[in-house]
């Protein structure tokens, strides 16, 4: 893996920088996704205010990680025990750096000492190239959540 990036598990007190990682990623990065609608946005975003955050770093059944490029906080993504990965951020100033393969695969090891024999995710549109390219394939045709399209996709582990 590259030296510049580091994967940790999140922390308590990373809850208000994983919030605004969350949020921005959503509203600069995700445009193609939510085509701007105040209403999808709002959406998308309330299930990722501090509050929630600070439960979900206290559940041991989940696993929260945070992502860093030579220090700097750019990343974050969640996966829950059942299998589910159902968070992967990164800021859009460090796509394509390694920074969402390296989340992924964090992840992907945590499902993997669940004994998690597959991961599941649902990708938004612009994402599913991403997760096919980490080996994830779509399973059944898009659904719609909140105002957004999302491909159910599987890999094995």
Not at 102 to 125: K, V
């Given at each position: ?29 995700a445009?193609?996704?939510h085509?701007?609608?105040?209403q ?6 309330r ?6 955050i ?26 829950l025990?059942s ?18 393969r ?24 612009s994402?599913?190239a ?6 994830y ?12 399209r999302?491909?159910?996709m599987?890999?094995?582990?």
């Open positions: 893996m590259d030296e510049r990036i580091r994967i940790i598990k999140a922390r308590p007190v990373e809850g208000a920088v994983i919030e605004r990682l969350m949020q921005q990623t959503i509203a600069e990065g445009g193609a996704d085509q701007g609608q105040p999808v946005i709002e959406a998308w975003s299930s990722k205010q501090r509050a929630q600070a439960r979900w770093l206290c559940d041991p059944a989940l696993h929260l990680n945070l992502g860093r490029w030579q220090g700097r906080p750019v990343a974050t993504g969640l996966a025990r299998g589910e990965i159902c968070q992967c951020f990164v800021q859009p100033d460090y796509w394509r750096r390694g920074v969402g390296a989340l992924m695969g964090d992840l992907e090891q945590a499902l993997r000492g669940w004994g998690c024999p597959r991961a599941m995710l649902y990708s938004t549109p994402a599913v991403f997760f096919e390219r980490l080996g394939a779509g399973n059944g045709p898009p659904l719609g959540f909140h105002g957004l999302l491909q159910l599987h890999k094995t582990l």
